[in-house]
Structure formats: C-alpha cells, structure tokens
C-alpha cells in the first residue's frame, strides 16, 4: 500500500489492529464495527424439540479471560480513532456480554458518544430453556471523535424512515434470515450476519455519497454491500479467508449503477445553501428599519426591525432574531429565520426564512 492512499472498496485480508495500522492517518469517515461479542457459551443450546441451537460458538468469539478481551478491545478501537477524520464517527453493536465494557474503554480513548441505539428484534431467538428473559436486542454506540467534534447526521432523511417524525433511538428491525442470509452447503456463512435493513439506516444517517466507509470485522461483507448500494466508497477488514471470499463474491454480484447525485445524496439541502446574514435583508431593502415583525405569526407578539439589523421587542430588550425569540421564549433554543414572519403586501404573514431565499435566489 502507498503511503497516504486507501484502498477504496478492497477487502484488506489480516489482523485488523495491524492492517488499520498501515492506513493513512484521518482519513475514513465513517466505522461500523461489529466485533467479537465474547459470548462466554458454557454449554450447547438445544430446542425443546431436540434439534441443537446454531449458536457462536466460533474460535473467532472465544477469549481466555475479560482482561484478554479488554485489551484487544483497546487495541483495535485506538487504531479505528488514529484512522477516523475529526469529523468522522464510528459505531459498534454489542450484545450484554461486551457493549459496556467496550463502550467504556471507548470513553477512556476519547471518544464522545452521541447517541445509543437499540436494535430490538422482531423476530428473535426465544430463551429455550426459560431461565431468563428472551434476549430481543442488541446495542449500538453511535459515537465522534472527540467531545465538540462536527460530524454527519443526515436527520431529515432519517425522519422520512419515520413517518416524518424524529427518528427515535429504538430501531424495530428483524434479524437477517430468509434469502438475504447467506448460506454455503445449507449452512450459515457467518454465525452473525446483520440484516442490511440496519446498516442502511446507519450509512445513510450518518455519511454521504463518496465518503468511504470502513469495517474493521467484514465478515460476510454486509457494510461493503449496503454501502455499495447508496454510492459510498467501502473498505473491509478480514482475517478468515473463507470469509473474504463469500464477501468479495456477495459484493461483485450486485449490479454496477450509474451514479445520480439527486438520488443518493440525502443531505439537508438549506443547510447547505450559502450563508445569508439577516443585516443582507435590510441593505437589499427586502426588509426595512422599523418595520414589524411578528413572533411565530402571533401578531399580539411583535418587534421592531432596528437599522442595525436587531430587533426591538416591547420590553425594551434588543437582540439578533434568534436571541430575541430566545428571550420569548424563556431560554429555550430558537431558530430566528423560522420562528419571526413578515407581512406582505398582500397583508399575509410570512416566515423572513422566505426572504431569506428570496435573497439568494436573486443576489447569490
């Protein structure tokens, strides 16, 4: 590998610790990790029918003790950090076994945790022997770099998977099965295969077309596939050679699609749009000095546009559009360009958001 090139959309066969090592400093934007979860089975699991349980019970999983399991917790999430860009996140799934202990050491790396999410199963595996609760979840630590760090959240595409409402923290998805997983002589490739459904959500909300993608724990190459599919760059890490190869076949048969930028690329389109300062409006006489405006379109709720761009409200307080509908609404947060609206000639109110627009369109 040269130095300071990745190789985009390759499958790197070997030690993840080690192979995330010869990577170029801050350069992947996005982590999806999904590691070994140090199961800790002490015995085979069998259904009431007496057909045995296909459980983990992989040399890949297994860990002479928690310290043994901590440390290469720690090695591999330093190397996913050293490899991350400033406004990179990283994600990780887990199951009770090992989510809190990893999640910890993430903390100690310094990595700052945006959200947890919960992966609750709508078809899990039932607890046959009725000794404890059916384990219907899994864990995932959404995570930047650092406490402050800018990063990508996509949060109008992620309500559009959400009836139009905030996407919540609990994700009802069922587990890989039927012909989405993958089998070899009528068994499964991979013992923990992730449906597609869930790493669709997670690179959709949280990069952007042409941002590379990375998984340190391949497997069967979900990540690599779905982040095909929504036109991301991947890269794989792998030590198993079987399974690098059931995922560069999986990957290599997906149809190559042209790439149409208005279709993959979900970001917030006025988020992106040039900065318009609200002191513009009023030197392009779009709004003038000692007009009224008026307060989520409540006219009993008014201020006064000052010649320095400020509002004057009645109780004497001056402010920018966004301190001034702060201050009415006692300190909560407040986006000045959707909460203040404006009266048009035809006597209807407006949000200044419109003239906002209005602005680039003709001055930009």
């Given amino acids: 590998m040269k130095e300071n090139t990745l190789p985009l959309d390759q499958i790197l066969c070997g030690d993840c610790t080690e192979v995330l090592h010869a990577l170029p400093e801050n350069s992947i934007d996005l982590i999806f990790a999904d590691p070994p979860y140090n199961l ?26 928690f310290q043994a399991y901590d440390e290469f917790s720690r090695n591999w999430l330093r190397a996913c950090r050293r490899v991350l860009k400033e406004t990179g996140t990283l994600w990780v799934i887990g199951s009770y076994h090992n989510i809190y202990r990893v999640g910890a050491i993430m903390q100690d790396l310094g990595y700052w945790f945006l959200n947890d999410i919960v992966w ?61 997983r993958i089998k ?10 992730k449906p597609e459904a869930l790493l669709y959500r997670i690179i959709l909300s949280s990069s952007n077309p042409g941002d590379v993608v990375l998984d340190p724990f391949f497997g069967s190459g979900t990540t690599g596939a779905v982040a095909r599919k929504l036109h991301r760059h991947w890269i794989g890490i792998e030590r198993e050679k079987g399974y690098v190869e059931i995922a560069r076949a999986r990957i290599a048969s997906l149809p190559a699609e042209p790439f149409a930028e208005e279709v993959f690329d979900v970001r917030d389109k006025k988020r992106l749009a040039p900065k318009v300062a609200f002191s513009l409006l009023l030197e392009a006489g779009l709004l003038v000095p000692g007009q009224e405006v008026y307060f989520r379109g409540d006219r009993r ?8 761009s400020k509002l004057l409200l009645a109780d004497g307080f001056t402010g920018s559009i966004h301190q001034a509908g702060r201050r009415l609404m006692n300190g909560s947060p407040c986006n000045g360009w959707q909460h203040w609206f404006y009266e048009s000639d035809e006597g209807e109110l407006h949000p200044i958001d419109d003239l906002r627009s209005t602005y680039r369109n003709t001055r930009l």
Avoid at 143 to 151: C, F, L, P, V
Avoid at 301 to 308: G, N, Q
């Fill in 120 to 180: 609750i199963k709508t078809n899990p595996m039932p607890n046959f022997r009725g000794v404890r609760f059916s384990n219907a979840h899994e864990t995932l630590i959404w995570a930047g770099k650092a406490q402050g760090s800018r990063y990508t959240f996509n949060y109008h595409a992620m309500k559009a998977f959400n009836e139009d409402k905030q996407m919540r923290s609990d994700w009802r998805l069922p587990v890989c099965s039927g012909k989405e």
């Fill in 301 to 308: 709720a008014s201020a006064l546009v000052r010649a320095d």
């Fill in 40 to 65: 800790q089975l002490q015995r085979e699991l069998w259904r009431p029918n007496m057909t045995k349980v296909d459980a983990v019970d992989d040399a890949w999983d297994q860990f002479d003790d």
């Fill in 184 to 193: 070899v002589e009528g068994k499964k490739a991979h013992s923990t295969q």
